[in-house]
């Protein structure tokens, strides 16, 4: 079993910066990739990102492509989603997950994720 704890996310204007972490607690997050999804109100849960087990691979949206980044510390368990330039079309709640163990491929599909985090609110004025 693994937990995920989320913190950060809040409101912020369009243009502006936001940080999220994932805490993971539990079995062998070292070995596990972590995704990003989001899920605005009315739509469907998206892939915004993942990055390999030990960070040395990285896929994302082509929606958040050269804004947000993906990075973890195994060392603290940590999962971190940097989103700079925010747009109000990036306003939803946001998801981390994990998967697996690596099996050399990113997944940007969410069946693939195995534990979710709580989910937490980004809200982007204009």
């Known amino acids: 079993q693994v937990q995920l704890v989320q913190s950060g996310g809040g409101l912020v204007q369009a243009g502006g910066s936001l940080r999220l972490s994932c805490v993971a607690s539990?079995?062998?997050?070292?070995?596990?990739?972590m995704g990003w999804f989001r899920q605005a109100p009315g739509k469907e849960r998206e892939f915004v990102g993942a990055?390999?087990?030990?960070?040395?691979?990285?896929s994302y949206a082509d929606s958040v492509k050269g804004r947000f980044t993906i990075s973890r510390d195994n060392a603290k368990n940590t999962g971190n989603l940097q989103m700079n330039s925010l747009k109000p079309e990036d306003t939803a709640v946001y998801y981390c997950?994990?998967?697996?163990?690596?099996?050399?491929?990113?997944?940007?599909?969410?069946?693939?994720?195995?534990?979710w985090g709580q989910g937490t609110q980004v809200t982007v004025s204009s």
């Open positions: 997950a994990v998967r697996g163990p690596y099996d050399g491929n990113l997944y940007d599909v969410q069946h693939y994720y195995n534990y």
């Open positions: 539990g079995r062998a997050f070292s070995s596990r990739d």
């Open positions: 990055i390999s087990w030990n960070g040395g691979k990285t």
